[in-house]
């Protein structure tokens, strides 16, 4: 008994090994876009998390009366203490994050509706947002308008 394959075997084993190989190649792009996608989100994660440490580490006490931290005007301002802008935004930022913007927004948990149910004014609601613009498989923008990562705390009154 003969072992090997037959020439027409081979013949039609060709096309199906060529088919799956295509459909690997073209999976290459969709897979560095996600591998991208996934570093514009961590880094912008990061961004959000280091400028939220800073927030929270700026001095805001009673007595004596220090305020650091500022209260936003609107969805919209910086937040502001005694005129001064205390977080501005960062629209680009400084290199090498220029792809990316950050904005800081501080509520004052005693005015409005409050912050997620907490009323009393010695609480305020760190709001700190980066946004970066997202790639397609293809390079290029596929999704309108930029994406955004948002982290939240509340900080209390010393």
Do not use: H
């Not at 580490?57 to 001064?84: C, E, R, Y």
Request: net charge positive.
């Amino acid at each position: 008994m003969q072992r090997g394959m037959t020439l027409a075997e081979v013949l039609v084993a060709l096309p199906i090994i060529m088919i799956g190989l295509l459909a690997l190649l073209s999976a290459i792009p969709l897979s560095s876009y996600a591998t991208q996608e996934g570093k514009l989100t961590s880094t912008a994660t990061f961004l959000a998390n280091q400028r939220l440490e800073q927030v929270r580490n700026a001095q805001w006490s009673a007595i004596p009366v220090v305020d650091q931290l500022g209260v936003s005007a609107s969805a919209s301002a910086a937040p502001l203490a005694g005129g001064t802008t205390t977080f501005a935004d960062e629209v680009p930022m400084a290199s090498p994050y220029t792809a990316y913007q950050r904005r800081v927004r501080i509520t004052d948990c005693g005015t409005g509706g409050g912050c997620a149910g907490i009323t009393t004014s010695s609480m305020r609601l760190i709001t700190v947002t980066v946004s970066y613009t997202p790639l397609s498989a293809t390079g290029v923008n596929a999704i309108p308008g930029p994406r955004s990562v948002a982290v939240n705390m509340l900080v209390a009154q010393r």
